[in-house]
């Protein structure tokens, strides 16, 4: 089965741009999540989507937002990009049925903002 | 969400047991500790986790002290591969998919 894909794998923006980053789930996983990991923040969850609804939003700004397809694949957008934005973006998916609730992370987004 | 405390890091040898301890005292009732790890340049990885009974999967076990205000993650053999950042976290089942990762403890392992 292929594991959680992501793309694209390396992006650089320029400050006050915005971007849209992909997400691929393991076939079959309903529920899709975004993480931001930084050096300084460590790993900061964003937000999770279950059947095309987010279900669960972490304490970022408005600029970031996304959304999930019928399909169950998942796409996240940065609006007004600031430097402090740079970071690795990092998806995961999981089953969510019984007691499988263990999440499978992509290799992530490595974004840089000049 | 309740808090974990790990040493920020830990060395071992090739093929001896390693034993990653957590500490979580403000553990609730319907908290489950989850454990991942993150090896270098990869997105985190789900190792186990566990309610209140010890665990064991194939890449690791997970003994949870019986006032399950710590847990230890037991690597019972460990490899170079094993060399990363592990994560122990606490979420309701129903929160496991919004993690809140600490710092974790980064596991050197020598050859």
């Known amino acids: 089965k292929a594991g959680v894909t992501q793309t694209p794998r390396y992006l650089i923006k320029t400050r006050g741009q915005q971007v849209t980053l992909s997400c691929s789930p393991i076939?079959?996983?309903?529920?899709v999540s975004w993480y931001q990991q930084t050096p300084g923040q460590g790993l900061q969850f964003l937000f999770e989507?279950?059947?095309?609804?987010?279900?669960n939003k972490g304490n970022f700004p408005g600029r970031f937002s996304g959304r999930q397809f019928s399909n169950s694949r998942s796409e996240m957008n940065v609006s007004t990009l600031e430097l402090g934005d740079s970071a690795l973006y990092l998806c995961?998916?999981?089953?969510?049925?019984?007691?499988?609730?263990?999440?499978?992370f992509g290799p992530g987004t490595r974004l840089t903002v000049t | 969400d309740a808090k974990t405390t790990q040493p920020n890091s830990m060395e071992s040898n090739e093929e001896e047991p390693v034993h990653l301890p957590c500490n979580h005292s403000?553990?609730?009732?319907?908290?489950?500790i989850h454990w991942y790890r993150q090896l270098p340049s990869q997105g985190p990885e789900y190792v186990i986790h566990?309610?209140?009974s010890n665990v064991n999967n194939r890449m690791a076990s997970l003994a949870i002290a019986e006032d399950r205000k710590s847990s230890t993650l037991i690597l019972h053999r460990a490899t170079l591969r094993d060399a990363a950042v592990y994560y122990c976290?606490?979420?309701?089942?129903?929160?496991?998919?919004?993690?809140?990762f600490g710092q974790g403890t980064r596991l050197t392992i020598n050859p």
């Open positions: 989507y279950f059947s095309e609804t987010q279900r």
């Open positions: 403000t553990i609730s009732g319907t908290d489950y």
């Open positions: 566990g309610l209140t």
């Open positions: 995961a998916s999981s089953l969510v049925v019984g007691a499988s609730y263990e999440q499978y």
């Open positions: 976290i606490l979420s309701e089942i129903q929160g496991a998919q919004k993690l809140v």
């Open positions: 076939s079959g996983h309903r529920s």
